[in-house]
């Protein structure tokens, strides 16, 4: 069962939350996250992508970088930015976005849950993305990173909840720059702790909706702390790491898209031929955006038009919780069988562009340092955890996830 634990969180002072708190490092480009931290010098992204304060010639896996992550946060810890909450807590962290509220519980979860498949994944990670997150938890001596997990609803924990947000006052609540609303309240009651611990424990599975990297990170360095101290017991800080713990009832998931560079040596019309000879493929006529409204339909902007492809019942029908998700047909028919991306974890090909950047990223993309764009309809939450529960695993990028966990709310110390 699921191991859950309060901690002394870092986090931001009152005064500094909605400066610091700041998207997931990995959700803008370099260029992107120098823009933002140049307009604000309390940003968590000096933290998180701390090569904005270095320059630009210096590769963002430099030693460098970690080294001035390090730097960056031991600045904000003097100067009071961030402070180390006085005793262990969990917390409660509530996100609206247009008028939807995704609520869940912060706490610590177990590196050993994560190893024994209590904490569940569904997606393999990128070597140099894990390992990127690895060096920055290792030099920053903290978990910088807050992961998404879901579970089916425990009404003891969904009652604490309720009780706080309708009796307590938060201790963050504030508006971010893309009009999300972030509410925080602090579990502090030893009898609400003890509860929230026991019904997790009741909990079979966790799984990770999004954070696969910093997870897997987290991991590598508890493992890496294992080898140094044999006699370690468990209970040290540096076997558990944060997350935020949502039911699923909560959650949704956006589409999350596919660009390529190229056609793998096709003509236009080539590529297309070779798209029809499986699935049934229509131009969307007057330069018209087409965006798939279900599962089995996915839009294709090439050369200035959309495209609809539909794979139809003899590939979204087979009975295999992987290969009948959308991604995957993509992914085995189109963009391996004819583009030849064998392992879009590491070809350099293909990019992957979240649905919360809409339709006119894609076109923006295929128009400028790519050549096509697939517009995919988003995997189920219930899909995701078909394929977690049958141990298998999704293609690369197969979700996106709304609203974003913001990342220097809380931080957790391995010391």
Request: with cysteine; net charge negative; charged share 35%.
């Amino acid at each position: 069962m699921a191991i859950v634990k309060p901690f002394r969180a870092i986090r931001p002072a009152n005064n500094y939350v909605d400066m610091v708190a700041e998207l997931p490092y990995d959700v803008m480009n370099r260029e992107e996250a120098k823009e933002m931290g140049k307009k604000n010098k309390y940003s968590f992204i000096h933290i998180d992508r701390a090569e904005i304060d270095l320059d630009d010639e210096i590769d963002e896996h430099d030693e460098k970088v970690y080294l001035k992550a390090r730097e960056n946060l031991n600045k904000f810890r003097e100067k009071n930015i961030l402070i180390k909450e006085k005793q262990e807590c969990i917390y409660i962290y509530r996100e609206i976005m247009d008028g939807r509220a995704q609520t869940g519980i912060v706490a610590c979860v177990s590196v050993d849950d994560y190893i024994n498949g209590i904490i569940k994944i569904h997606e393999y990670t990128k070597p140099d993305k894990e390992l990127d997150r690895t060096n920055h938890i290792k030099y920053c001596n903290a978990n910088t990173g807050t992961i998404l997990l879901t579970y089916k609803n425990r009404k003891k924990v969904d009652e604490i909840i309720n009780f706080y947000v309708k009796n307590e006052i938060p201790i963050y609540d504030f508006i971010s720059n893309d009009e999300v609303r972030h509410t925080v309240w602090k579990i502090y009651r030893q009898n609400d702790l003890k509860d929230i611990v026991d019904e997790f424990d009741k909990v079979p599975y966790l799984y990770i909706a999004d954070g696969h990297h910093r997870a897997a990170a987290a991991v590598n360095i508890a493992k890496e702390k294992r080898e140094q101290n044999q006699n370690y017991t468990g209970d040290e800080e540096f076997n558990y790491y944060i997350a935020m713990i949502a039911p699923q009832d909560n959650l949704e998931v956006l589409d999350y898209n596919r660009v390529v560079k190229d056609l793998n040596g096709n003509t236009k019309q080539e590529f297309i031929d070779k798209i029809a000879q499986k699935f049934n493929i229509e131009k969307i006529p007057d330069k018209k955006q087409y965006k798939p409204n279900k599962k089995g339909d996915v839009g294709m902007f090439l050369d200035g038009d959309w495209y609809k492809i539909e794979f139809g019942d003899k590939y979204t029908k087979v009975d295999d919780e992987v290969k009948s998700l959308d991604i995957s047909i993509l992914q085995d028919n189109i963009l391996d069988e004819i583009l030849g991306i064998k392992d879009p974890r590491r070809d350099k090909r293909i990019d992957f562009v979240g649905g919360i950047r809409g339709i006119d990223e894609l076109e923006k993309r295929a128009n400028s340092d790519m050549e096509v764009a697939f517009a995919m309809y988003p995997t189920g939450l219930d899909e995701l955890i078909a394929v977690a529960d049958a141990n298998k695993i999704m293609p690369a990028k197969s979700t996106w996830f709304e609203p974003k966990v913001r990342c220097g709310l809380f931080l957790h110390e391995l010391d």
